[in-house]
T-cell receptor, first 111, second 119 residues
Framework: GQQVMQIPQYQHVQEGEDFTTYCNSS?????IQWYKQRPGGHPVFLIQ?????EVKKQKRLTFQFGEAKKNSSLHITATQTTDVGTYFC???????????FGQGTELSVKP | GAVVSQHPSWVICKSGTSVKIECRSL??????MFWYRQFPKQSLMLMAT?????????EQGVEKDKFLINHASLTLSTLTVTSAHPEDSSFYIC???????????????FGEGSRLTVL
């Protein structure tokens, strides 16, 4: 079945270092979404990418959607302790409607 | 953004009892809500799609008689874990799409989640 894979599973960085998480889908996606879940919290929507090769920025966060619309990345520049949490990518399944989530990348930031 | 509220946040129950979790869309009408289950350090596993006024659609491997879903109105969906056992202990989260911005494949708004512990 359709799968969304995400790596790495964990990433520990020193505050100020950069961080990247990668997302790959087994099928072409109509869009890719990114969510952040703080420890003990619920997922919160960050962004949606729709176009092939699209790049969007939110302050220190840069999101990219691959040309083939099967992969995506999230890059955080100069991490801060407030960036701590698990970042999930998600894409709609082939029938539409349902979102398939990646396994998530847990980011910890050492001050 | 749209607000989805979930209640209760925490629940502890004895094995064999049933627990009801409510999910409400506070500022929009949601014809479809999604129920997820999340184990510690793991991803979100879709359990079922809740459709207003009709039966829920369950994912493969999810027991519909154990996880009863009712979506009686456009702003409320409930998940009842029947005859709960310790292995049902988990974090249950509901979500919905805002009807205008979300379309059919747009962003999801999640409730705060309900952490169930079955003793």
């Amino acid at each position: 079945g359709q799968q969304v894979m995400q790596i790495p599973q964990y990433q520990h960085v020193q505050e100020g270092e950069d961080f990247t998480t990668y997302c790959n889908s087994s099928t072409t996606l109509s869009n890719i979404q990114w969510y952040k879940q703080r420890p003990g919290g619920h997922p919160v929507f960050l962004i949606q990418l729709v176009k092939s090769g699209e790049v969007k920025k939110q302050k220190r966060l840069t999101f990219q959607f691959g040309e083939a619309k099967k992969n995506s990345s999230l890059h955080i520049t100069a991490t801060q302790t407030t960036d701590v949490g698990t970042y999930f990518c998600a894409g709609p399944n082939n029938q539409g409607g349902k979102l398939i989530f990646g396994q998530g990348t847990e980011l910890s930031v050492k001050p | 953004g749209a607000v989805v509220s979930q209640h209760p946040s925490w629940v502890i129950c004895k094995s064999g009892t049933s627990v009801k979790i409510e999910c409400r869309s506070l500022d929009f009408q949601a014809t479809t809500m999604f129920w997820y289950r999340q184990f510690p350090k793991q991803s979100l596993m879709l359990m079922a799609t809740s459709n207003e006024g009709s039966k829920a659609t369950y994912e493969q491997g999810v027991e519909k008689d154990k996880f009863l879903i009712n979506h009686a109105s456009l702003t409320l969906s409930t998940l009842t874990v029947t005859s709960a056992h310790p292995e049902d202990s988990s974090f249950y989260i509901c979500s919905a799409r805002a009807p205008l911005a979300g379309g059919l494949t747009g962003e999801l708004f999640f409730g705060e989640g309900s952490r169930l512990t079955v003793l």
